[in-house]
């Protein structure tokens, strides 16, 4: 289901209120581990995940903050519609 244009809005506007230091460490722990415990293919942190700690970490610290941006922005997508499905096959 595509979110609409207000529900985006709101995405971004939540994303805005989240500092430089807030992303690193969100995007540290999507690296560290996926929060459904079953990464998508297409998930960007999962190409970092399988580098070693170290690389990883520089790697996140060295991310521009619109790069911290796309993957939050995706994990929060993926949550959504995740938790959507699941919601919606339980009734």
């Known amino acids: 289901m595509p979110l ?4 985006i809005s709101l995405k971004i ?3 805005e209120k989240l500092n430089l230091e807030r992303k690193r460490a969100l995007v540290f722990g999507l690296v560290y581990e996926c929060p459904l415990a079953d ?4 998930c960007p942190a999962k ?15 060295d991310m521009e ?3 911290l941006d796309k ?5 929060r997508q993926c949550i959504w519609e995740r ?3 699941l ?4 009734g």
């Open 4 to 7: 609409s244009s207000t529900v």
């Open 13 to 15: 506007e939540q994303m």
């Open 39 to 42: 990464p998508l293919e297409n």
């Open 47 to 61: 190409k970092i995940r399988n580098l070693p700690l170290k690389d990883a970490s520089k790697l996140v610290m």
């Open 65 to 67: 903050e619109n790069q």
């Open 71 to 75: 993957i939050i922005a995706c994990h």
């Open 83 to 85: 938790e959507f499905k």
């Open 87 to 90: 919601f919606d096959q339980n």
